[in-house]
C-alpha cells in the first residue's frame, strides 16, 4: 500500500490521504493491508471507493463551510456524512 499512497498523493487533497492510520477515517485500508503483509495490498476498489467517498464529502464540507457560519460533521461511516448546520 505505500507504493500506492505515494502515487495518489499528487491528486487528493492530504487531509484525505492522512487519514489513512490506523486511527483515522482509512483505518480500514490499513488493517487488510497487514492482513497480507508479504505485499501490504489492498483491493483497488477499496481504496478507490475510500478515495471517491473522502473527496466527494470534502468538497462538500468546504462548500458548506463558505455558506454557513458553522458546520458540524456529526457522523461519517463511507459515503454517509452527516451534518449539522445550526439554523441562523
Excluded at 38 to 48: A, F, G, I, K, T
Excluded at 59 to 72: D, L, P, T
Aim: proline share 5%; net charge negative.
Amino acid at each position: 500500500m505505500p507504493k500506492a499512497i505515494e502515487q495518489i498523493t499528487q491528486h487528493f487533497e492530504p487531509q484525505i490521504i492522512e487519514q489513512i492510520r490506523k486511527d483515522g477515517l482509512g483505518r480500514d485500508l490499513v488493517l487488510e493491508s497487514e492482513a497480507n503483509p508479504q505485499s501490504e495490498e489492498v483491493r483497488l476498489r477499496n481504496l478507490l471507493e475510500y478515495l471517491s467517498a473522502q473527496d466527494s464529502g470534502f468538497k462538500i464540507i468546504n462548500w458548506m463551510c463558505n455558506n454557513f457560519a458553522q458546520v458540524e460533521l456529526l457522523e461519517q461511516c463511507g459515503e454517509f456524512f452527516k451534518l449539522r448546520v445550526p439554523k441562523e
